[in-house]
């Protein structure tokens, strides 16, 4: 491949000390340590205390921090940030200038991107075509949550699953026939009322109103989100496979959403990949939505090698959902 595109060239992640555990949970709401195992496959989540007084920026410095240990780079070198969120710091400013500013990367624009459990695809999509139009050369894309604040605890539908953690990825330009070859992502907006947060943005401005009535926490109807999962990431997996001429034989690594590890297991099944070449750390993190893959490839980076086929896939709240077709790098 001769076209200039992007590649991941270091990947870092971070997630809070504090381990919620099901234990735990079982004493906010009605539920056991053997429900959440059976129906969902989390054993604990980790989640930043409000006490810390810190947004999903101090998370994104953190992970940022790891992946500098690992493979430095001059941040001013950087030449844009896009963060993928659904829980920025603020409103306004947006979290990719507070980051660019702290981590020295003055030089770099930044904006976030909302995209819910799919941000991470999404980023390296915009970051993949700002390299290859060929005006940038290297950009970081981070990607990451804090869903605790935005989980009713009240509501034990939904807060078994959420977590928080954060991901980031350097990707720099390459012609070599590693990187992101190929994407695929949709979005169906046509029925929010499956997957929502209504509370505080312009049409639901946050008043006292919307916080009595619980609007400012994620709802689902999990049983439809649990299908419309299934099938989407499947059926996008599968024509990112065909448009590029692979079998899934060829697949060294499917890096799925953690969303349920039923949802997980359902996919590798219609997908015919076996359960050792699916990364799968949802029993220690959870859902972290947009964090999740970022987070898989950060725990499986001594593993992978230079030229392994991988296939990212995620869904999630829009819906949002996709598969992109990678080559590792290093
Ligand atoms: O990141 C993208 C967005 N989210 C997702 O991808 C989530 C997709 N959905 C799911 O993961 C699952 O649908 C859930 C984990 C949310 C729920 O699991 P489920 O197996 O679909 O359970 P269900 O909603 O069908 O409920 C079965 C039963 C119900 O009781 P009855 O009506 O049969 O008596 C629920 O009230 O399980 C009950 N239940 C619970 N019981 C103990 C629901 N949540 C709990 C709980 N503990 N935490």
Same mark, same amino acid.
């Given at each position: ?10 990947? !870092? ?26 129906? %969902? ?11 810390? !007084? ?11 921090? @790891? ?26 400013? @947006? ?46 894309v981070i990607a990451g949550d804090i869903l605790s604040i935005v989980t009713?605890?009240?509501?034990? @539908?939904?807060?078994?699953?959420? !977590? ?46 919307? %916080? ?59 997908? !015919? ?6 990364? &799968? @750390? &949802? ?27 991988? &296939? ?7 819906f949002t959902w996709g598969a992109t077709y990678l080559i590792w790098g290093?």
């Open positions: 491949m001769s076209k200039v595109h992007a590649v991941i060239t270091g990947i !870092g992640a971070y997630v809070p000390e504090y381990r919620l555990t099901n234990a735990e949970l079982s004493v906010l709401v009605e539920t056991s340590d053997e429900w959440i195992t059976k129906r %969902i496959g989390i054993k604990e989540r980790r989640i930043l205390k409000p006490e810390e !007084g810190e947004g999903v920026s101090y998370l994104a410095l953190k992970a940022i921090e @790891n992946l500098r240990s690992k493979r430095d780079f001059n941040p001013l070198e950087i030449e844009a940030i896009i963060f993928a969120t659904a829980t920025p710091d603020y409103i306004l400013p @947006n979290t990719a200038a507070l980051v660019a500013a702290q981590a020295g990367m003055t030089n770099a624009f930044g904006f976030d991107l909302e995209a819910a459990c799919s941000g991470f695809l999404y980023g390296l999509e915009v970051g993949n075509s700002f390299i290859a139009c060929g005006k940038y050369k290297k950009i970081m009713d605890y009240k509501d034990r @539908n939904t807060c078994p699953i959420f !977590g928080d953690g954060c991901g980031c990825a350097l990707l720099e330009a390459t012609t070599e026939e590693v990187g992101i070859m190929d994407s695929i992502l949709r979005s169906d907006g046509s029925q929010p009322e499956i997957l929502h947060m209504y509370g505080g943005g312009s049409k639901n401005p946050s008043s006292h109103e919307t %916080i009595d009535q619980r609007l400012h926490y994620i709802w689902q109807d999990g049983k439809i989100v649990f299908k419309h999962a299934v099938a989407n990431m499947v059926n996008t997996c599968q024509d990112v496979l065909q448009r590029n001429n692979l079998s899934i034989n060829d697949i060294a690594w499917v890096v799925p959403h953690q969303a349920n590890l039923r949802i997980i297991d359902s996919v590798a099944g219609y997908l !015919g990949i076996p359960r050792e070449k699916v990364m &799968i @750390n &949802i029993e220690k993190y959870g859902n972290t939505s947009a964090g999740t893959i970022p987070i898989c490839l950060w725990e499986w980076e001594p593993q992978l090698r230079k030229g392994d086929k991988i &296939i990212l896939t995620a869904f999630g709240g829009g290093y």
